[in-house]
């Protein structure tokens, strides 16, 4: 459906009506209804229409003007008074605060939905734009992300709008979209989404939100953002995904063992498995970090000028010596020559899928070594977790946060958290006896 706004004319019986015209309350107000029909019951739109009945007259009467251009928020408070001291027609008596209450509501939605609509700002601009401005300096894998869960906002926004103007983007469609998110099923797990997914979900969709606030001025003159009232989902506090030393000692055995056992054969790759795993678990690079690396950045035992996630660039990190001996046996067998630092037998660029894959192959070994409560699913970033928590846990929080490489050091607060077990034997050697009690008593569960 095409409105005044957009071309001029009212519908195809109506013909042309003047610029002036298309100001009037009465054209006004009908649009409003129509664009606005499919999502309300027959009892509000009628409702919804007394009550504008009511703000038409008083333009034309109290303002002595019918023209719109009158609106302003001391209009709005003027309407009010007016309500308050008007008789109702219906039952010969003033308006009740509820009463006026609902009319205002009415009123302010409608002025918003004018401003808005006059200057059409859709929504799925704001998201493109938002995309590429702010999104696209980020990461590959976090731009995919805000992408993915913008689209799922737009959809939820065109399924409860049936449009796309950003006017009418309001706190209650946020938080009707943060309810639905609660519900959803991911279609990666076949489960729920978890608190934390959701929260991250709805991050992605309030910075947007207060974005388009501050780059479009016409969506400033409806309000506030629309992001009043919305708060986190609570969740529980997350666990702790670094390796402990048992864990770490058994996973750094199995590569040793596959280096002596599998070095001749054709089919696998043990030096590149143990120098994948001994740099990731001894400088906290990111697995794309690391696969992006090159030749000719390796050299007097460092890393020389690393990009990091947002585009950052770290200028030197530190490569420890037991890291650097796998490393360097592993090159020695590849061979020198440019391109890629690590990379297959083939010569190819080890992808990150291909990393994930062997921390799997190497997992499954090393917990077969270990209890049933220490046994462990390792990824790539577990160990950039081991590292961080490690220089942290040794060197303070200063030396973690250079060693993480981050932006802020809120995160490393996260890498470096206690496991329960940690805990309580930190409050056993605080508090007295009662933290070593209190160790005895925990579950078997697997730590990790």
Partial sequence: MQFIFDCGYTNANAGRVSKESEKTPAVLIANYLAETAPRLSPATREA???????????????????????????????????????????????YQPATVRRI???????????????????????LTEYLTEVAATACHNTHAAKQRDLALFQSFFHRHTSGDLARDWTSEITKAFQRSLATRVSPATGRPY?????????????????????????????GPPPVQGVHKVPAEPPRCRALSEKQTAALLCVCSTRVRRLRRDKRRNPLL???????????????????????????????????????????????????????DAFLREAGGGSGPLFRSRLGRRLSC?????????????????????????????????????????????????????????LEVFRYAQLTQLETWRLAGRVFGDGGRDAVKTLPEAVSV
């Avoid at 007259?57 to 408070?77: Q, S, V």
């Avoid at 997914?197 to 001025?217: G, S």
Wanted: proline share 3%; charged share 25%.
């Fill in 48 to 94: 919804k229409r007394h009550d504008l009945d009511k703000l038409a007259r008083f333009l034309i009467g109290g303002a002595g003007c019918e023209h719109t251009d009158m609106w302003t928020p001391r209009m709005l408070a003027a309407f009010r008074r007016h309500l308050q001291a008007s008789i109702s027609s219906e039952t010969g008596r003033g």
């Fill in 104 to 126: 205002m509501a009415t009123a302010s939605h409608f002025s918003r939905w004018v401003r808005g609509h006059a200057r059409g700002v859709r929504l799925s601009k704001v």
């Fill in 194 to 222: 978890k608190a934390a997914t959701v929260n991250r979900v709805l991050a992605t969709v309030l910075h947007c939100a207060r974005w388009m606030h501050e780059r479009f001025p016409p969506t400033k003159e409806l």
């Fill in 273 to 327: 498995e143990a120098a994948v795993v001994h740099v990731l678990a001894a400088t906290g690079l990111r697995v794309g970090e690391l696969v992006a690396l090159n030749t000719d950045q390796y050299r007097q035992g460092c890393f020389f000028r690393v990009r990091r996630k947002g585009g950052r660039v770290t200028f030197r990190v530190r490569v420890p010596s037991r890291a650097r001996r796998a490393l």
């Fill in 353 to 409: 899928s291909r990393v994930r894959q062997l921390c799997r192959v190497l997992s499954r070994r090393a917990s077969a070594e270990l209890a049933p409560r220490d046994r462990f699913h390792l990824t790539p970033h577990m160990l950039r977790h081991t590292c961080v928590k490690r220089a942290t846990t040794v060197g303070g929080i200063t030396y973690g946060h250079a060693v993480s490489g981050n932006v802020s050091c």
